[in-house]
């Protein structure tokens, strides 16, 4: 997810912010959903990879060009947008590939636990001062974590079978995430939220359309028809969490997103049956708790260095 400061030529409306940052982890729930059941219909991941970025361009375009012209999706950056793109692609595989071998409810539980990497990946690669409260947040994290990922199972046969294959998965993708959530904080130095989605997006569909001829299989209406809302849903997550930063803090609709887990415990039972295991009813509380320590967190220090800047 791209994280930005808000516009400050834009209005702020902090309820209008929190309903588009619920109304992106709907949809993002939602997407999930096509995700699995796209598979379930034998198309490869890296076709609905290339459908899912494909159909998104032309809504992200229209969005960047109504929010400041082609002009502000210029770059003097694009080493960067490229690298940020690569790691996006293999962070989105991941992410496709836990719900694909998971239940929804464990692999969004397992993504929610990307602010806590977060926290260590700036403080080793970015040099940032972290405290003991917030070492504190990402030990109890942690804990969760480990809880959802069931140490029982672990120390009886490791991870094994398609739930064993789906934990890793599902856990590089946070990992992946957190490690793009510090490359997008570079990038947002000098780009807005429009710029790095729009760049993303692009440049991903170089190795994606490379590599479709090798995967691309015929399709019947219902196959195209998933693929369709696969991007249309994506289209919708990425331009309501852009406008949600427009309209509020990050600090008040981050918290939203642990909405996510909510959804798709309600979409993992109404589309597929499927209930979330004991463990992850166990560790997503000690997830969450983490997650929305950190957030707070980082909104007091955002507003301690902004006291002493304009002291």
Same mark, same amino acid.
């Given at each position: &997810?791209?994280?930005?400061?808000? /516009? ?20 993002? /729930?939602? &997407?999930?959903?096509? @995700? ?11 076709? /609905?990879?290339?459908?899912?970025? !494909?159909?998104? %361009?032309?809504? @992200? ?16 950056? %694009? ?7 690569? &790691?996006?692609? !293999?962070? &989105? ?47 109890? +994290?942690?804990?969760? @974590? ?28 946070? %990992? ?24 993303? /997006? ?6 994606? +359309? ?57 979409? +993992? ?25 950190? !957030? ?12 002493? %800047?304009?002291?």
């Amino acid at each position: &997810m791209t994280a930005a400061t808000p /516009s400050s030529a834009a209005p702020q409306n902090y309820l209008g912010g929190i309903a588009l940052r619920l109304l992106a982890m709907l949809s993002l /729930s939602l &997407m999930f959903v096509l @995700v699995k059941l796209i598979a379930e219909t034998g198309v490869h991941v890296v076709e /609905s990879l290339f459908w899912r970025q !494909a159909v998104v %361009i032309p809504f @992200v375009f229209a969005w960047a060009v109504s929010h400041g012209g082609v002009a502000s999706l210029k770059t003097q950056r %694009i080493g960067a947008h490229a690298r940020r793109a690569m &790691m996006g692609l !293999a962070g &989105m595989c991941c992410n496709f590939g836990g719900m694909i071998f998971l239940p929804m409810a464990e692999a969004t539980t397992i993504n929610l636990s990307v602010p806590i990497f977060a926290v260590i990946f700036a403080a080793v690669l970015l040099g940032e001062r972290t405290g003991v409260q917030r070492w504190s947040a990402v030990i109890v +994290g942690f804990i969760g @974590v480990l809880v959802v990922l069931d140490p029982s199972t672990i120390f009886a046969g490791g991870f094994s079978g398609d739930h064993g294959i789906g934990t890793l998965i599902a856990l590089s993708g946070a %990992i992946m995430t957190a490690l793009i959530t510090i490359a997008v904080r570079d990038l947002g130095r000098t780009e807005n939220s429009a710029t790095i989605v729009f760049w993303f /997006s692009l440049l991903s569909m170089v190795p994606l +359309g490379i590599a479709l001829p090798f995967f691309i299989t015929p399709h019947d209406s219902y196959e195209w028809l998933l693929l369709l809302g696969l991007g249309v849903s994506g289209a919708v997550v990425q331009m309501s969490l852009t406008g949600a930063l427009r309209l509020a803090p990050v600090a008040v609709v981050i918290p939203m997103d642990y909405s996510a887990l909510l959804w798709s415990i309600a979409c +993992g039972w109404f589309f597929f049956g499927t209930f979330p295991a004991e463990t992850t009813w166990i560790g997503a509380p000690l997830i969450i708790a983490s997650g929305l320590f950190i !957030a707070w967190r980082e909104h007091r220090l955002h507003i301690e260095r902004t006291k002493d %800047i304009t002291a």
